[in-house]
């Protein structure tokens, strides 16, 4: 059963055709008063207007409000705010919402966890798109037929008259509505009320694409994929700022990412979200570059790419923020950290010797080993899934093959033969094939598969070759691959691996709609849906 997860926490942003309709006109001199004094010093806060009378012409140019766990009661007077397009008030007292009744502009409203009973006040918002009325006091959900562009609504933890359960809720659901709702049963289970069409979100992924409408807004996407059949992309961050190199915790219950106020990419803090885009906790104060965010196996602590004084170094902090460390702090370039399947050593790459080499140290940046000490360029190293092996690419011999060697350095042996250069090498969740790209003679790249030895490389046939490859990735269950191309754009794509491995002209199933954009390995990483 499809476990739907509405993405509706903090939303303060503006998008293309939200609020289109003409603002409201009124006298802009007209004093405003609110019953609640909560209310007016979330406002006041807003408008950095500790005191003196509020205008109406004040009121009519703030068109989102955040007033989130204010213990507000009483919306009377927040009508004068009549040009909200985005409005959040979870973690409140209300309990009577007429107040927004005539609020036209209204485009998201987070109304989670209060005491909201009625939604007949809003029947009329006919630009309301997404609705969080999670852990209310709602019985009856007929007043969302009213609501045409509504596209996305939180209704779990309502208790849900019995028309609402049998009837409404599937009937929103036939007009195209994302519905969200579970409750507790008697006997301790969970009831979602989820269609039992057979359908099931096997795995999940995160990427950045440019926001329609929006020159230079990146956000967080997450996609649901069902056998070979993708879900609609929702988007987490829909609030100011540009979002990049999104890393799903091991569970996949969270995210870890870099929100930017501006385009400029990975230049922010380091914030943390869950998989549905609630609860975002900003984790580093210093506004910084950082890049290539990776999970332990156990979810406690995240390695990452930070760059600092001229250089990117190798950092680790524990998964709330506290306990960042920089683990090799040198002059010369250290990237792309892997943790070893058992967390006690991570593998990284470094010229600190004059070229790129593959060293291995423990957790605490202690033990440091180079691991191939060569003149060539060794990089991109992978644990093989039992923490064993690793695999690498180099140019030893004056072009890019994939090497493997055991986790001690000895017994390294070329798996490729050095008639193309190939790179990025990725196992298979099992161990048994890896999967990398190799450059062809018209200057693109294609993707194979071969035995962990290096024996059967097998091309993915079937696939427009006009254009590049990039990063593959395998699913959990190692029965798809994942992995983008560009020629105008980026795009994602889906591949079964046994159509690969038997020869069949398989083609690559596009995951993406018509929307810009920008991908990073990190984006790329599969889970299994976690019921809830």
Known sequence: MYRSCMVLGILLAAWSGCGDSEKNPADSGAVVEFADANLEGVVREHLEK??????????????????????????????????????????????????????????????????????????????????????????????????????????????????????????????????AFHHELDDGSVDDHEPDDGSIYDFKIAYVARSPGAEQKNDIYRLGITGTQAGDPVNLTRDPGSYFFPSWSPDGQKIVFVQSESEKQSYGPIYIMDADGRQRVQLTEELGRYIYFKWSPDGRRIAFQKYHGGDWDICVMDADGSNLDNLTDHPERDESPMWSPDGTRILFSSNRNGNSDIYAMDVDGSNLVNLTDHPGIDGLPRWSPDGTRIAFSSNRNDIYDIYVMDADRSNLVSLTDGSAPVITPVWSPDGKYIAYIRAEPDRTESIYIMDADGTHPTKVKGLDFSNWKFDPVWSPDGTHILFLSFSDRFNLHLVRVDGILSGLEEDAIHLIPDQEGIFDQESLRWFSVVSW
């Open 50 to 179: 500790s005191a003196g009378a509020l205008s109406r012409g004040e009121l009519l140019a703030v068109t989102h409000l955040n007033a989130r766990g204010r213990e507000i009661a009483d919306l009377s007077g927040i009508e004068q705010l009549a040009n909200l397009e985005l409005l959040e008030l979870a973690d409140n007292q209300i309990r009577d919402i007429a107040a927004l009744a005539g609020m036209a502009r209204l485009c998201t409203l987070d109304l989670a966890n209060n005491q909201v009973e009625s939604l007949r006040p809003l029947s009329e918002l006919s630009q309301l798109r997404d609705l969080d009325l999670g852990n209310n006091a709602v019985r009856d959900i007929g007043p969302l037929f009213g609501l045409g562009a509504l596209q996305r609504v939180e209704l779990s933890g309502n208790p849900l008259d019995e028309n609402s359960l049998n009837t409404l809720l599937e009937a929103l659901r036939e007009k195209g509505i994302e519905i």
